[in-house]
């Protein structure tokens, strides 16, 4: 991987999974070996005589211990300084031991590993014989032959010097891809503004978000979720220069600084490489997936020359590409900023509003054509700010979804529109069908089923009368585990519908696959249906389509009575929209129903 070998070339000694990769990669030995802790000490022959060899120490004060060899140069024990102190500085030593050879007083059980002994395994065999070896130090053999001693000093040098390393590499690397961490990029990002503002040159920072990744990550698990990091991180390093960093904050967050730049449009220039790069297909665990992401660029010192003030714009930039419909890069302008602390603003505000019983549900009748009768309604969220007023839920919904607010909003959306159904019909009015849309990320907790069948036990409402709508992004992802929730949720009486159809996948064989009740057609296809003859040809083919499968069909949106003649003319038995009704808040839904049974 590109990013190790920059860690290799700035000598960051990383823990022992990584460093593995990293050698593996550069054909290096996969670890540190005894061979660096070899010094050769001149062996002593088992036969030389005892007296020989304590010369051998006084003349030599730096010699502390030496090996003892056979003579096929095999090590057979060792002698040290203090055994040799011990047995000949007592009175009438040198009468008693003169004769004796080297053999009868060494230490016979010496620590002996092979050249290729790995540093741990050497730490762990030390620990295991006992300590005293640390002293002594270690006799080294290659095909069991002496050719060098290693000190227990020496060890402990470089077992310190390696855990400083490794600790180094924890605290300024992220451990799953390898690349710098938070940390460490603050500190390349102010080395980078001290060098620009010596040079008065020009650098780039870039943050760079993964588009949907949670919910990548909850539907194909988290091992699948990390390869991925682990992927798009080697993208972001091989689109960029060996000088420049990347770096990951966090999450699915990244960030890049792109040093030295002559220009401002070559920021550009990276930016859109990298799109390009990160768009092309990704294979993991033998599977290949498709992903975008969402870039925004700061340049220094034209937008800021500050750290701080850089990565505020940088990204601000990268949430107006995500307002935008992510998959793309800008650079920052000035009116951002606004963006951006609304939007976190809003954010902090939404928290609350669920507290505050700030939201409400507005519904919106669904007529059946044939009779010309209200056979049900899709509940509808809206948020009463209480300084901004009514915002829209193209505004507020995908910070929530962003922000992982939109489960706790989406179970109290179930709960809140099927109490509301049983209060109606307590009050008198029929039994409805009551449509509620769910979030991918609501439909793909694991407890969603049985969230919802709580919803039905708490209220009480007769669960034939609960359609649950989804996209058609959100069944098609991970189809296995989409059949096993539908079913289950058919199981307890739920309808199911497929809403804004026709702008997903669009499908013949996943209908097939899905317990679906219903489709509802996207009312981009009905808006001026009766002038667009491609929207025409498109639902006719959809309602004949699911007309095949016995499948219902509701059309959405229509507001004219030209739209609605021409889907009466194709026979869709259902529709929904301004043409009958805006949605209607709750309490003055059974009013507006009285008066459309008096007419």
Same mark, same amino acid.
């Given at each position: 991987?590109?990013?190790?070998?920059?860690?290799?070339?700035?000598?960051?000694?990383?823990?022992?999974?990584?460093?593995?990769?990293?050698?593996?990669?550069?054909?290096?030995?996969?670890?540190?070996?005894?061979?660096?802790?070899?010094?050769?000490?001149?062996?002593?022959?088992?036969?030389?005589?005892?007296?020989?060899?304590?010369?051998?120490?006084?003349?030599?004060?730096?010699? %502390?211990? $030496?090996?003892?060899?056979?003579?096929?140069? &095999? *090590?057979?024990? =060792?002698?040290?300084?203090? !055994? +040799?102190?011990?047995?000949?500085?007592?009175?009438?030593?040198?009468?008693?031991?003169?004769?004796?050879?080297?053999?009868?007083?060494?230490?016979?059980?010496?620590?002996?590993?092979?050249?290729?002994?790995?540093?741990?395994?050497?730490?762990?065999?030390?620990?295991?014989?006992?300590?005293?070896?640390?002293?002594?130090?270690?006799?080294?053999?290659?095909?069991?032959?002496?050719?060098?001693?290693?000190?227990?000093?020496?060890?402990?040098?470089?077992?310190?010097?390696?855990?400083?390393?490794?600790?180094? %590499?924890? $605290?300024?690397?992220?451990?799953?891809?390898? &690349? *710098?961490?938070? =940390?460490?990029?603050?500190? !390349? +990002?102010?080395?980078?503004?001290?060098?620009?503002?010596?040079?008065?040159?020009?650098?780039?920072?870039?943050?760079?978000?993964?588009?949907?990744?949670?919910?990548?990550?909850?539907?194909?698990?988290?091992?699948?979720?990390?390869?991925?990091?682990?992927?798009?991180?080697?993208?972001?390093?091989?689109?960029?220069?060996?000088?420049?960093?990347?770096?990951?904050?966090?999450?699915?967050?990244?960030?890049?600084?792109?040093?030295?730049?002559?220009?401002?449009?070559?920021?550009?220039?990276?930016?859109?490489?990298?799109?390009?790069?990160?768009?092309?297909?990704?294979?993991?665990?033998?599977?290949?997936?498709?992903?975008?992401?969402?870039?925004?660029?700061?340049?220094?010192?034209?937008?800021?020359?500050?750290?701080?003030?850089?990565?505020?714009?940088?990204?601000?930039?990268?949430?107006?590409?995500?307002?935008?419909?992510?998959?793309?890069?800008?650079?920052?302008?000035?009116?951002?900023?606004?963006?951006?602390?609304?939007?976190?603003?809003?954010?902090?505000?939404?928290?609350?509003?669920?507290?505050?019983?700030?939201?409400?549900?507005?519904?919106?009748?669904?007529?059946?054509?044939?009779?010309?009768?209200?056979?049900?309604?899709?509940?509808?969220?809206?948020?009463?700010?209480?300084?901004?007023?009514?915002?829209?839920?193209?505004?507020?919904?995908?910070?929530?979804?962003?922000?992982?607010?939109?489960?706790?909003?989406?179970?109290?959306?179930?709960?809140?529109?099927?109490?509301?159904?049983?209060?109606?019909?307590?009050?008198?009015?029929?039994?409805?069908?009551?449509?509620?849309?769910?979030?991918?990320?609501?439909?793909?907790?694991?407890?969603?089923?049985?969230?919802?069948?709580?919803?039905?036990?708490?209220?009480?409402?007769?669960?034939?009368?609960?359609?649950?709508?989804?996209?058609?992004?959100?069944?098609?992802?991970?189809?296995?585990?989409?059949?096993?929730?539908?079913?289950?949720?058919?199981?307890?009486?739920?309808?199911?519908?497929?809403?804004?159809?026709?702008?997903?996948?669009?499908?013949?064989?996943?209908?097939?696959?899905?317990?679906?009740?219903?489709?509802?057609?996207?009312?981009?296809?009905?808006?001026?249906?009766?002038?667009?003859?491609?929207?025409?040809?498109?639902?006719?083919?959809?309602?004949?389509?699911?007309?095949?499968?016995?499948?219902?069909?509701?059309?959405?949106?229509?507001?004219?009575?030209?739209?609605?003649?021409?889907?009466?003319?194709?026979?869709?038995?259902?529709?929904?929209?301004?043409?009958?009704?805006?949605?209607?808040?709750?309490?003055?839904?059974?009013?507006?129903?009285?008066?459309?049974?008096?007419?």
């Amino acid at each position: 991987m590109k990013s190790l070998t920059r860690i290799a070339k700035e000598k960051i000694l990383i823990d022992s999974d990584i460093k593995q990769t990293y050698m593996n990669a550069s054909g290096q030995n996969q670890s540190a070996t005894v061979k660096e802790l070899l010094h050769y000490v001149d062996p002593i022959p088992v036969e030389r005589r005892c007296l020989d060899v304590l010369n051998i120490f006084i003349e030599d004060k730096t010699l %502390f211990t $030496a090996p003892i060899i056979n003579d096929n140069n &095999v *090590p057979v024990g =060792l002698i040290d300084r203090g !055994r +040799l102190t011990e047995i000949f500085f007592k009175p009438y030593a040198r009468d008693l031991h003169h004769r004796k050879l080297i053999g009868e007083i060494m230490t016979t059980d010496p620590v002996i590993v092979d050249i290729n002994t790995s540093i741990d395994d050497l730490a762990n065999i030390t620990i295991n014989a006992g300590m005293r070896h640390m002293a002594n130090g270690f006799i080294i053999v290659e095909n069991s032959a002496y050719i060098g001693m290693a000190t227990g000093h020496k060890l402990l040098e470089e077992i310190t010097q390696r855990k400083q390393q490794d600790l180094y %590499f924890l $605290a300024h690397y992220d451990q799953l891809t390898g &690349v *710098p961490n938070r =940390l460490l990029f603050k500190d !390349r +990002l102010l080395q980078a503004c001290q060098q620009a503002k010596r040079n008065k040159s020009l650098f780039a920072l870039v943050f760079v978000d993964l588009d949907r990744f949670k919910q990548i990550n909850d539907t194909l698990g988290h091992s699948f979720g990390d390869q991925l990091l682990i992927n798009f991180a080697h993208r972001l390093t091989s689109s960029v220069r060996e000088s420049d960093t990347v770096a990951r904050m966090g999450g699915d967050e990244f960030v890049i600084i792109l040093q030295n730049l002559t220009e401002a449009g070559h920021a550009e220039k990276v930016a859109s490489t990298i799109i390009d790069n990160i768009r092309q297909p990704m294979q993991i665990y033998e599977r290949e997936i498709q992903i975008t992401a969402s870039l925004g660029v700061a340049l220094y010192p034209l937008h800021d020359d500050t750290v701080d003030g850089l990565i505020r714009k940088a990204d601000a930039a990268m949430y107006e590409v995500k307002e935008k419909g992510r998959n793309g890069y800008i650079v920052y302008s000035e009116v951002f900023d606004h963006c951006l602390i609304e939007r976190n603003s809003l954010e902090t505000d939404l928290r609350m509003a669920l507290n505050n019983n700030e939201l409400s549900l507005f519904y919106q009748p669904q007529i059946h054509l044939a009779s010309n009768q209200v056979i049900g309604v899709e509940a509808l969220l809206r948020w009463h700010h209480p300084k901004q007023g009514l915002i829209s839920p193209a505004t507020f919904i995908p910070i929530a979804e962003e922000s992982g607010l939109i489960v706790a909003i989406g179970e109290w959306v179930l709960h809140e529109a099927c109490r509301q159904h049983a209060e109606w019909v307590r009050q008198g009015l029929p039994s409805l069908r009551m449509a509620i849309n769910v979030s991918a990320i609501q439909f793909r907790q694991q407890d969603f089923c049985a969230c919802v069948k709580k919803v039905v036990e708490d209220t009480g409402i007769d669960p034939k009368y609960i359609e649950l709508e989804l996209t058609e992004s959100v069944v098609m992802t991970n189809p296995l585990q989409t059949v096993t929730v539908l079913n289950e949720l058919r199981s307890l009486g739920i309808k199911l519908a497929i809403d804004d159809f026709g702008t997903g996948h669009s499908s013949l064989s996943y209908l097939t696959r899905f317990p679906i009740d219903r489709i509802k057609i996207d009312q981009s296809f009905i808006r001026n249906i009766h002038d667009v003859p491609a929207n025409e040809a498109i639902v006719r083919a959809i309602i004949a389509m699911g007309g095949s499968l016995g499948l219902e069909m509701i059309a959405e949106g229509v507001e004219t009575m030209d739209e609605l003649e021409c889907i009466k003319n194709h026979q869709c038995q259902e529709v929904q929209g301004y043409h009958f009704s805006r949605p209607i808040p709750a309490d003055a839904f059974k009013d507006w129903h009285q008066e459309l049974m008096k007419t």
